[in-house]
């Protein structure tokens, strides 16, 4: 069985490229491949005569090479017929023929059976040309729905604040103002925010967020961390294609997960110049296996709301009603999971009021993420309303996000002026204006660590053109920003989350 997996690698190394060169493919190379190691597994079984079962019985690999010369050669005119989406199938008469003409002039293959080329090719081309058109047909709903991702997820909505003669702040694309976060290791055995919270912060949003970020301060003062690297090298550097990544209120969560998202929509071998332009500026473009990979993002909150659904069904649901993709979806997303060709995004699951029905949900998100164990995915939560219970850290590595340094401050300055005004000369003043007044003012620079309380500091330094120097006249704006924000629109990311703001 090994040498016949070998033999199939070898008859199909570089096919791929070869098949897609000089033509408009939307498959890439392994795709095909992997289409043409199934066909000619099918077409070998032994029930079928196996053309070429005589020579693997005897270890022979040689017809390895022989059909990768083929497929390159005679066999390539035929084999691109599928890529084109208008050729139709390869012609098993003429593959044959060339099939036969290719053996008799090898010292090795003179014998072949000729009376069992035929249905050999047969079941190959028919195997073949089903792999690469349903494929091709998955593609086209592939680019609907990686369309309508971007359309959901890249739009962040900026609503402004209340300031006399000014409209209502434009919205953003995610991608030219999003700065990449660092993230650690939990390597303390996951000293969790204890479960006793004080009854006079229990029902009080402000102190309860307070309580948990001096939890927070003490343990990470108390207990050992292990190595911090940036969020882009999520997978590349952790340990496991699995990861649990835990963050306060306002630390970005949301957002990390909706720019994988939007990143995961750059997918086809041949993109156009605009989407290569568009790749090329992604702040912080990731190292997770996700270019490549169809991106399921799933709000753990809107899940638990639906109990009776399969997360697949709930996939499907979310892409239908909520993407609004009109393609018929059925076998699309078992397709890309089933090759582990999906990333799949899980957000929020302290979401979860109830902590019964987080269980609940604990166990019907680790069933599945079991029965498609090669897709990687990311499950996100705040520290508090986390168990260290919920997923085993062998398994899923637990990540705490980092709050912005220095340098992440600036870089965030940086990108969300220079998509705000297009004269260069106010773009570095304000900058410049805003950066000196975080120097100036050491307590609200530690707010804006927090990239959710930062992009609110900018807002306002968007239109006042200053900060409010103390601390509480900070809060007055912002809680006036927000609230005009839940006013005037629907919120998306990164201003998701109101309970941020400290007492």
Same mark, same amino acid.
């Given at each position: 069985?090994?040498?016949?997996?070998?033999?199939?690698?070898?008859?199909?190394?570089?096919?791929?490229?070869?098949?897609?060169?000089?033509?408009?493919?939307?498959?890439?190379?392994?795709?095909?491949?992997?289409?043409?190691?199934?066909?000619?597994?099918?077409?070998?079984?032994?029930?079928?005569?196996?053309?070429?079962?005589?020579?693997?019985?005897?270890?022979?690999?040689?017809?390895?090479?022989?059909?990768?010369?083929?497929?390159?050669?005679?066999?390539?005119?035929?084999?691109?017929?599928?890529?084109?989406?208008?050729?139709?199938?390869?012609?098993?008469?003429?593959?044959?023929?060339?099939?036969?003409?290719?053996?008799?002039?090898?010292?090795?293959?003179?014998?072949?059976?000729?009376?069992?080329?035929?249905?050999?090719?047969?079941?190959?081309?028919?195997?073949?040309?089903?792999?690469?058109?349903?494929?091709?047909?998955?593609?086209?709903?592939?680019?609907?729905?990686?369309?309508?991702?971007?359309?959901?997820?890249?739009?962040?909505?900026?609503?402004?604040?209340?300031?006399?003669?000014?409209?209502?702040?434009?919205?953003?694309?995610?991608?030219?103002?999003?700065?990449?976060?660092?993230?650690?290791?939990?390597?303390?055995?996951?000293?969790?925010?204890?479960?006793?919270?004080?009854?006079?912060?229990?029902?009080?949003?402000?102190?309860?967020?307070?309580?948990?970020?001096?939890?927070?301060?003490?343990?990470?003062?108390?207990?050992?961390?292990?190595?911090?690297?940036?969020?882009?090298?999520?997978?590349?550097?952790?340990?496991?294609?699995?990861?649990?990544?835990?963050?306060?209120?306002?630390?970005?969560?949301?957002?990390?997960?909706?720019?994988?998202?939007?990143?995961?929509?750059?997918?086809?071998?041949?993109?156009?110049?605009?989407?290569?332009?568009?790749?090329?500026?992604?702040?912080? /473009?990731?190292?997770?296996?996700?270019?490549?990979? =169809?991106?399921?993002?799933? %709000? *753990?909150?809107? !899940? @638990? +709301?639906? $109990?009776?659904?399969?997360?697949?069904?709930?996939?499907?649901?979310?892409?239908?009603?909520?993407?609004?993709?009109?393609?018929?979806?059925?076998?699309?997303?078992?397709?890309?999971?089933?090759?582990?060709?999906?990333?799949?995004?899980?957000?929020?699951?302290?979401?979860?009021?109830?902590?019964?029905?987080?269980?609940?949900?604990?166990?019907?998100?680790?069933?599945?993420?079991?029965?498609?164990?090669?897709?990687?995915?990311?499950?996100?939560?705040?520290?508090?309303?986390?168990?260290?219970?919920?997923?085993?850290?062998?398994?899923?590595?637990?990540?705490?996000?980092?709050?912005?340094?220095?340098?992440?401050?600036?870089?965030?300055?940086?990108?969300?002026?220079?998509?705000?005004?297009?004269?260069?000369?106010?773009?570095? /003043?304000?900058?410049?204006?805003?950066?000196?007044? =975080?120097?100036?003012?050491? %307590? *609200?620079?530690? !707010? @804006? +660590?927090? $990239?959710?309380?930062?992009?609110?500091?900018?807002?306002?330094?968007?239109?006042?053109?200053?900060?409010?120097?103390?601390?509480?006249?900070?809060?007055?704006?912002?809680?006036?920003?927000?609230?005009?924000?839940?006013?005037?629109?629907?919120?998306?990311?990164?201003?998701?989350?109101?309970?941020?703001?400290?007492?």
């Amino acid at each position: 069985m090994v040498l016949f997996e070998t033999i199939l690698t070898v008859a199909t190394e570089k096919v791929g490229e070869k098949l897609i060169t000089g033509i408009h493919a939307k498959l890439n190379p392994s795709d095909i491949e992997t289409f043409l190691k199934q066909a000619i597994k099918a077409a070998n079984e032994p029930k079928l005569g196996g053309l070429f079962y005589s020579f693997q019985e005897d270890g022979w690999s040689g017809y390895g090479p022989f059909l990768n010369q083929f497929f390159k050669g005679r066999a390539l005119g035929e084999l691109q017929k599928p890529l084109t989406g208008n050729q139709g199938s390869p012609d098993v008469t003429f593959l044959t023929e060339a099939l036969w003409q290719e053996a008799t002039g090898h010292s090795r293959l003179q014998n072949l059976d000729r009376d069992k080329i035929q249905p050999w090719m047969q079941v190959f081309v028919e195997t073949y040309f089903q792999a690469t058109n349903r494929s091709l047909q998955f593609q086209i709903i592939k680019d609907d729905y990686c369309d309508q991702i971007r359309r959901v997820f890249d739009d962040v909505k900026f609503a402004g604040i209340a300031v006399e003669g000014q409209d209502i702040d434009r919205a953003e694309r995610l991608a030219d103002i999003f700065v990449m976060p660092d993230v650690q290791e939990d390597d303390s055995g996951l000293q969790r925010i204890p479960d006793d919270v004080p009854p006079e912060v229990i029902d009080n949003p402000q102190q309860r967020l307070l309580w948990e970020q001096r939890q927070q301060i003490l343990q990470a003062k108390t207990h050992s961390r292990g190595r911090k690297f940036s969020a882009a090298d999520l997978f590349t550097k952790g340990k496991t294609n699995r990861a649990v990544l835990l963050g306060a209120p306002g630390s970005g969560k949301t957002t990390l997960m909706n720019y994988f998202a939007v990143v995961g929509t750059f997918h086809n071998a041949e993109t156009s110049a605009q989407e290569t332009a568009e790749l090329n500026g992604l702040q912080g /473009r990731p190292n997770l296996p996700i270019v490549a990979s =169809l991106p399921i993002i799933i %709000r *753990i909150r809107d !899940l @638990a +709301r639906h $109990p009776d659904l399969s997360i697949l069904e709930f996939v499907q649901e979310f892409a239908e009603k909520d993407l609004v993709v009109t393609r018929d979806l059925t076998g699309f997303f078992e397709y890309y999971l089933e090759n582990g060709n999906a990333l799949i995004l899980l957000d929020g699951l302290d979401e979860v009021a109830d902590m019964a029905q987080r269980y609940k949900v604990v166990e019907k998100i680790e069933a599945f993420l079991n029965q498609f164990e090669h897709c990687p995915a990311i499950i996100t939560s705040r520290p508090a309303g986390y168990k260290r219970d919920f997923f085993r850290t062998d398994e899923y590595p637990h990540y705490e996000l980092q709050l912005f340094d220095d340098e992440k401050i600036n870089t965030f300055i940086e990108h969300w002026y220079n998509s705000r005004f297009e004269l260069e000369g106010e773009r570095e /003043r304000r900058k410049t204006s805003l950066r000196k007044a =975080l120097q100036d003012q050491p %307590r *609200i620079k530690q !707010l @804006a +660590r927090n $990239p959710l309380l930062l992009t609110i500091i900018a807002l306002i330094h968007r239109y006042q053109a200053k900060l409010p120097k103390e601390r509480y006249k900070l809060y007055d704006k912002a809680v006036e920003t927000l609230l005009t924000t839940l006013r005037c629109t629907q919120i998306s990311t990164p201003i998701a989350n109101s309970s941020i703001l400290p007492p």
